[in-house]
């Protein structure tokens, strides 16, 4: 929870600094040079992956598991059992490759807090030209591809050994 609250004023302070930057004249919005298309795309392959985690697991668990005691003990227990074999580093590999994605998507949200107060900043986003509908439009993908990428996290972590168990 600390790393992932660092994240977030990490990324209020770079989005901060980039209010301090001259920026661009205000022009006008022109839908055809957003990203509406590539938004819906990943937001409808995030909603399938994150309804199926849901109808798995009877649960939303999953979507917060990553910032758990258990998840920490988790990792650990996979990074122990990584020089075992080359599935274990690429487990390894593969969780610390999510991790850092679930950490840049928070430092994303914080800087979108902040940089989004420069009307140019959020002029052709999906969901602007409003900064509303720009952090709104942005903080859905964040959270749906955060879900998803904590399902693959839980699905390749190694569950820790029970007491009593070799």
């Known amino acids: 929870m600390v790393v992932a609250g660092v994240a977030l004023v990490a990324g209020m302070v770079l989005g901060g600094l980039t209010l301090l930057q001259p920026s661009m004249p205000v022009g006008e919005h022109r ?11 990943v937001a409808g392959v ?19 598991a990553p910032l758990s005691t258990r998840a ?22 593969v969780v610390s490759l999510l991790v850092a994605f679930m950490w840049y ?8 807090v902040t940089a989004g107060l420069d009307p140019t900043f959020t002029l052709n986003a999906w969901g ?7 952090f709104a439009a942005h903080g859905i993908d964040a959270v749906l591809c955060f879900g998803l990428a904590a ?11 029970q007491p009593g168990s070799p």
């Open 105 to 112: 998507l928070i430092l994303r949200m914080g800087m979108q």
């Open 31 to 41: 839908p055809a040079e957003n990203a509406i298309g590539a938004h819906l795309v």
């Open 128 to 134: 602007g030209p409003s900064r509303l509908g720009a």
């Open 151 to 161: 399902l693959l996290a839980h699905a390749i972590l190694v569950d820790p050994p």
């Open 72 to 93: 920490g003990h988790r990792m650990a227990q996979t990074f122990a059992r990584a020089r075992h074999g080359v599935v274990g580093v690429l487990r390894c590999v």
């Open 46 to 64: 995030v909603v399938v992956g994150a309804a199926a985690a849901t109808a798995s697991t009877r649960s939303l668990r999953w979507s917060w």
